[in-house]
């Protein structure tokens, strides 16, 4: 569910142990992130696992709840790192990387991304991962090891939930990787977010306002999904995403 633009939320300075992050007057590692995420509650979680800056040295500097909103508030901001959600209104996680990809791209002060979703679909860790992302963890993790990935992001590593970098090291074996589905790939960015939520069981109107779309726009989207899939139905079109993890 969107939700309005919320305004930044500046914290105070931050206090954690040392390494080779950024670090304030006293040698304390500080790194200053924006959450981006569609559901207020989870954000609310999260900021409170991993914001308080004196223990944790994780400045909270920005919030997001779809496409839009991330990209005014990392641009406004311009923090070190972005906690990425993959299924966002507007767009997706995949998105928000291109539209951001000048700032990863700053030599002097690049804007690094965390995708942290429930899903552990490997089509969705591909994705983001193509799209520029340093890593992928999924929404069970600890929120110490939250911190130690977002601050291993920041020093420029690489980050993956361990089932999930067989993905990624199977998809860039060669530069000459097929995809993960054909038949999949074969679907644009807005197409499978409305298949992903027509196999969650939502209706039309509840489709529409999450995407911030009319409901014909829905109907047309599902019409061109279940015609390129070959699917006769929506019962047909859950089975098969069911069937590949996209739920």
Not at 6 to 17: D, I
Not at 81 to 109: I, K, N, S, W, Y
Not at 132 to 151: E, P, Q
Request: with cysteine; charged share 25%; hydrophobic share 40%.
């Amino acid at each position: 569910m969107s939700e309005p633009t919320e305004a930044n939320r500046p914290t105070g300075p931050a206090e954690a142990a040392g390494s080779a992050a950024p670090a304030d007057a006293a040698g304390r590692r500080h790194v200053r992130v924006v959450l981006v995420d569609d559901h207020r509650m989870f954000r609310t979680g999260v900021q409170a696992e991993i914001g308080q800056t004196e223990q944790t040295g994780v400045e909270v500097v920005g919030e997001a709840a779809d496409v839009d909103q991330a990209v005014t508030v990392i641009t406004a901001t311009r923090p070190e790192v972005v906690l990425l959600d993959v299924h966002l209104p507007g767009g997706g996680g995949v998105e928000v990387l291109r539209r951001c990809a000048p700032l990863m791209g700053d030599t002097e002060q690049p804007v690094r991304f965390l995708a942290l979703s429930v899903s552990d679909a490997a089509e969705d860790v591909i994705g983001v991962i193509r799209g520029g992302a340093r890593g992928y963890v999924t929404k069970t993790i600890t929120g110490t090891d939250l911190v130690d990935s977002i601050f291993r992001v920041q020093e420029g590593d690489a980050v993956f939930s361990p089932r999930l970098a067989g993905f990624v090291l199977d998809a860039f074996a060669s530069t000459d990787a097929p995809p993960v589905d054909e038949d999949l790939d074969r679907l644009t960015q807005r197409e499978r977010e409305v298949l992903r939520l027509i196999a969650r069981g939502y209706a039309y109107k509840e489709i529409a306002k999450q995407l911030f779309i009319s409901v014909k726009t829905v109907e047309s989207h599902v019409s061109a999904v279940l015609r390129k899939l070959q699917l006769s139905n929506r019962h047909e079109l859950t089975r098969w995403a069911t069937a590949r993890r996209l739920v």
